[in-house]
């Protein structure tokens, strides 16, 4: 079992539609998460860190369930700039143990 | 801005001949990382600094070497590309918390001709 899984996807979303990715990790004692947003041909761009507590930023929220280990990204009311991959992060504790997932496409669609 | 600069943005190189890439960043953070990534693929991690601590990963070629003269730069030495290294090449960068999160570079794109 890979330890970061992701759905590669594509998801092809209409404009305004809610979407939401998953992505499930291995390790328990994982202690750090994030979403990452990458562009074609792009660097990683840090979309948000996901808190215990779930957190939201605008049409984003985040969600982390520690006891299904699993962490989430809704996006609400997509627009067309919302197409990239979506990469999620795990953090197993120090600098030296982060894993990425393969990633999520989202493609908006008019 | 504190960033993490890389260049080239491109880099096209022959089969066999030596190349460098660069990254610097203004971020004053512990942590260097370097990491390749190919079409479709995760970003893959190559190896990374603690301060001057180098830390290869296992799997990381002996072709591929790092230098980290000082806090604000590092670099990327192929020592004799071949066609598999063509990839995204990229750099981030880290406080050494475990909750901190990374911050790239933009990249460099290297195409082994």
């Known amino acids: 079992r890979k330890e970061v899984e992701q759905d590669p996807g594509p998801f092809n979303v209409p404009e305004g539609a809610t979407v939401a990715f998953n992505c499930t990790y291995s390790?328990?004692?994982?202690?750090?998460f994030f979403w990452y947003r990458q562009d074609c041909r792009k660097e990683p761009k840090l979309l948000m860190s996901?808190?215990?507590s779930g957190n939201e930023d605008g049409r984003f929220t985040a969600q982390l369930n520690r006891a299904s280990q699993y962490i989430s990204l809704l996006i609400r009311d997509s627009k067309l700039s919302d197409s990239a991959t979506y990469l999620c992060?795990?953090?197993?504790?120090?600098?030296?143990?982060?894993?990425f997932g393969t990633g999520t496409k989202l493609q908006v669609i008019p | 801005d504190a960033m993490v600069i890389q260049n080239p943005r491109y880099q096209v190189t022959q089969f066999g001949k030596p190349v460098t890439l660069s990254c610097s960043q203004t971020?004053?953070?512990?942590?260097m990382y370097w990491y390749q990534q190919k079409s479709s693929q995760a970003p893959k991690l190559l190896f990374h600094?603690?301060?001057?601590?180098?830390?290869n990963e296992a799997d990381t070629p002996d072709n591929f070497q790092s230098r980290r003269p000082n806090t604000s730069f590092c670099f990327l030495d192929i020592r004799s590309p071949g066609l598999g290294d063509t990839a995204m090449y990229l750099c981030?960068?880290?406080?050494?918390?475990?909750?901190?999160?990374?911050?790239f570079g933009n990249g460099t794109r290297l195409t082994v001709t």
């Open positions: 992060v795990v953090n197993r504790g120090g600098y030296q143990k982060v894993t």
């Open positions: 981030a960068t880290s406080r050494e918390g475990g909750n901190s999160p990374l911050h």
């Open positions: 390790n328990s004692a994982s202690q750090s």
């Open positions: 600094y603690y301060d001057k601590d180098f830390n």
């Open positions: 971020l004053n953070h512990n942590v």
């Open positions: 996901v808190y215990s």
